[in-house]
């Protein structure tokens, strides 16, 4: 299983949202940990630049893997339309 951090933006993120939905999102990164290049339906690999997006409902969760450390890094998690910005 990998490692997850968090950058302080997606703390934040985390804090000002919902606590089911924020719950949610944690369960969610948790089942990418278990195994990042398993076939998940909601996960895709980014165009343009490196790292992956998962949508959970009207939020999108961009992260990126890092396998020398083991470790997952959440760099943003935003709505929809401010999540590729």
């Known amino acids: 299983m990998y490692k997850i951090t968090y950058t302080t933006q997606s703390v934040k993120a985390l804090l000002k949202m919902p606590r089911n939905t924020a719950n949610l999102i944690?369960?969610?990164?948790?089942?990418?940990?278990?195994?990042?290049?398993?076939?998940?339906?909601n996960a895709k690999k980014l165009q343009g630049r490196d790292g992956y997006r998962l949508r959970v409902g009207?939020?999108?969760?961009?992260?990126?893997?890092?396998k020398k450390e083991i470790v997952i890094v959440v760099l943003k998690i935003a709505p929809r339309g401010e999540a590729y910005q």
């Open 26 to 41: 944690r369960e969610k990164i948790k089942q990418v940990a278990v195994d990042p290049f398993a076939q998940i339906p």
């Open 58 to 66: 009207d939020w999108r969760i961009i992260y990126e893997i890092n």
